[in-house]
């Protein structure tokens, strides 16, 4: 068996950070913003999140013009990564890295973030994962499975033998279309495709975490 994890939302909270500097951003551009809209964004590369935002203010611009955007909502962002520490990480999350660590079990990051190692850094988990696989190195975003499939590729792990967490609708479906095990950390609403759905690490706790390896052998 092997895990790999998506980052925002599963392992350490940056959404908010991401909406500050998406609704800063916006409202430069006198584009209407709110938290309901930066849902859309989770698990999505950080131009395509660009294209939504303008699709949003039915607005377009010049090539040159986008990429300083996401240049701009990027050095936002990073000045709120700077602030980060071991408090961003999300319930649960310590133990089952831990536990994992114990059992050998393979781990491998799969973020659509280009900005997933240096926040492993901040927050001190950098070193429990044998591969990370983030927005530098792949060039299709999630829902397309690439991401996953990578890092399936560097833990020399079959794809059917490989769990994923995520927290967002388009990784659920990126590793649906893996034929990976598929564990939604959040809202059942939202992640109802799914194979399981958890609140948070707590709610799924360990046992059953142990069973479905077990059962997975």
């Keep these: 068996m092997a895990i790999i994890f998506d980052l925002d939302g599963v392992i350490v909270d940056t959404t908010r950070y991401h909406y500050l500097a998406w609704k800063k951003l916006a409202d430069e551009l ?50 709120y990564v700077e602030t980060m520490n071991e408090e961003e990480i999300l319930p649960g999350v310590p133990e ?41 190195q792949v060039t299709a975003a999630k829902p397309d499975p690439e991401v996953f499939l990578q890092a399936a590729d560097f833990l020399n792990a079959e794809n059917e033998m490989c769990i994923v967490f995520e927290d967002a609708q388009a990784g659920i479906e990126a590793a649906n279309k893996a034929g990976m095990t598929s564990i939604g950390i959040g809202e059942k609403e939202i992640l109802g495709h799914a194979d399981y759905v958890f609140t948070d690490f707590n709610e799924m706790g360990i046992d059953w975490l142990n069973d479905l390896l077990e059962k997975a052998g």
Excluded at 112 to 124: C, D, H, P, Q, T
């Design 30 to 79: 006198g584009i209407p913003f709110t938290e309901s809209d930066n849902e859309h964004f989770k698990g999505v590369s950080r131009r395509r999140c660009l294209e939504i935002l303008l699709e949003i203010g039915n607005t377009s611009m010049s090539e040159s013009e986008f990429e300083s955007c996401l240049v701009r909502k990027n050095e936002d962002y990073l000045v």
């Design 96 to 136: 089952v890295l831990n536990h994992l660590k114990q059992r050998n079990v393979p781990m491998a990051l799969g973020s659509a973030s280009k900005n997933a190692r240096v926040i492993l850094e901040k927050v001190g988990l950098l070193s429990y994962f044998q591969a990370i696989v983030d927005g530098t």
